[in-house]
């Protein structure tokens, strides 16, 4: 195996694969190993219709269109990984063709961990000069292999950031100077019952379209930024929703990042919505009061489809009895819930009243399970993508591009609670689709930070 000793030797556990297939054109300069356990465990995980059994098959045909020149030459030489639309990579892909011994003391030899781990120590043999790394995803062989002198890292090409504190939040504090800094050349104007400012400044570099701004001293300020060209930036002022006159379907904003939320979930040039919140901040809550709102008061809608990943119970609805909307029930408690305080908010009608828009609203709601969203256009529909931060960033792509003309997808999560094996918070679908959608001019993104369940909710959210 001949290679420039700079470049180094990453060696792939079957989980990178099986996470990402494309991994394997994602080491730039330096060369690929795989050991021949890697290869049986994917042979292993490929049956199914499981994402896993997906990236296990589509890793499969890489390494086939990669071998494909190379089905009579010397497989230890490697096999160029430059192929298709990676012509820039100089690095190679090995196999392992020969045995390894398994002598690891203390440690168990035919588990496959183990035996990778011993492929490894006999590559750092063989190539002293050479940097050997194994990248994995699992936490406990990079323990085994750091306690046994191997160098091991995880794999970090699919994470949008390394710290999910760097995430865009999409407001941003102004600071007390603001309007001495800023008010030279500044114009105001009013254009359909609406007030703007236009401001240049030191400010306006670091602002991103639909950024909410605020400014809390003597005259708070709450706006948003429509515009940015050139060094100017238009700022708009909001609505107020914390006022009952602004309520949506009863619902007033109780802080000013519910308030931001609900600017961006009633406004109608905004097409796509990400709200990331910890537990009772209200996601679920207005982003449904809003749905029902523009879907029976405006009409701007014609149906309000929501979805979640089914993630407790695997991949299938299948064994549940009923129609998809009735397997779909038990993971929609949050809805339930939700409803419930939607039909309390008018008092007035009564109880015959409130049945009648509860059958109204059942009408107009419906539960879609994720499974069934391949090939599917949605026009002019109220698509709410619930617990989004336990989808990959592909399956975030599919549930996204199926928005038709007219439609709105609202994404709601919370990437501190991510029940799916190998997904991190910096790597989840919605950390990367808040990364790459910000600064569109038809997205917007808010993080509810308080909780406003109760204050026995609050309390424990703080000390338990």
Not at 18 to 47: A, G, I, Q
Not at 90 to 108: I, R, Y
Request: with cysteine.
């Amino acid at each position: 195996m001949a290679s420039a000793p700079h470049t180094k030797l990453f060696v792939l556990d079957t989980n990178v694969l099986m996470h990402d297939p494309s991994s394997l054109f994602r080491f730039e300069e330096h060369d690929v190993y795989l050991p021949m356990v890697t290869l049986e465990e994917l042979d292993n995980n490929k049956k199914g219709l499981t994402e896993v059994a997906r990236n296990a098959r589509q890793a499969s045909r890489f390494l086939e269109e990669i071998m494909g020149g190379n089905e009579t030459a010397h497989l230890e030489d490697g096999c160029p990984l430059a192929i298709q639309g990676n012509r820039h990579l100089t690095g190679k892909l090995f196999f392992q063709t020969e045995h390894v011994p398994t002598d690891l003391p203390g440690l168990a030899g035919s588990k496959a961990d183990n035996q990778i781990i011993s492929v490894v120590l006999a590559l750092k043999k063989q190539h002293a000069n050479r940097n050997v790394i194994l990248v994995s995803k699992d936490i406990n062989i990079r323990i085994k292999a750091r306690a046994m002198g191997v160098a091991a890292e995880d794999y970090f090409n699919d994470k949008v950031l390394e710290d999910s504190d760097m995430l865009y939040t999409g407001l941003r504090e102004l600071p007390e100077d603001f309007w001495d800094a800023h008010s030279k050349d500044m114009h105001s104007w009013q254009e359909s019952g609406r007030m703007f400012y236009r401001i240049n400044g030191p400010i306006v570099k670091s602002l991103l379209v639909n950024e909410f701004v605020f400014y809390e001293f003597n005259k708070p300020f709450h706006a948003i930024v429509r515009k940015i060209e050139d060094n100017t930036a238009v700022l708009e002022i909001i609505q107020d929703h914390q006022n009952p006159k602004h309520s949506i379907w009863g619902i007033t904003a109780r802080n000013r990042e519910q308030n931001f939320a609900l600017n961006l979930l009633m406004d109608p040039d905004i097409d796509f919505v990400t709200l990331l919140g910890q537990a009772g901040t209200g996601k679920t809550l207005l982003t449904l009061a809003a749905a029902l709102t523009q879907t029976l008061d405006k009409k701007r809608y014609s149906e309000i489809i929501m979805t979640r990943v089914t993630v407790p119970v695997g991949e299938d609805i299948g064994f549940l009895p009923g129609t998809e909307e009735e397997k779909m029930a038990p993971w929609m408690g949050a809805l339930e819930d939700n409803l419930d305080v939607l039909n309390k908010t008018d008092e007035d009608v009564g109880e015959w009243g409130r049945a009648a828009t509860q059958d109204l609203i059942r009408t107009r709601i419906k539960i879609k399970s994720l499974n069934f969203m391949r090939g599917r256009t949605f026009l002019n529909k109220f698509l709410i993508i619930d617990e989004a931060q336990n989808l990959t960033p592909k399956q975030m792509k599919t549930l996204i591009t199926r928005a038709g003309p007219g439609t709105k997808v609202v994404c709601l999560g919370n990437i501190a609670q991510i029940d799916t094996p190998y997904l991190t918070e910096g790597s989840s679908g919605l950390t990367y689709v808040v990364d790459r959608f910000k600064n569109w001019s038809h997205n917007g993104h808010i993080t509810l930070v308080r909780g406003e369940r109760s204050r026995l909710a609050d309390f424990a959210a703080e000390v338990l």
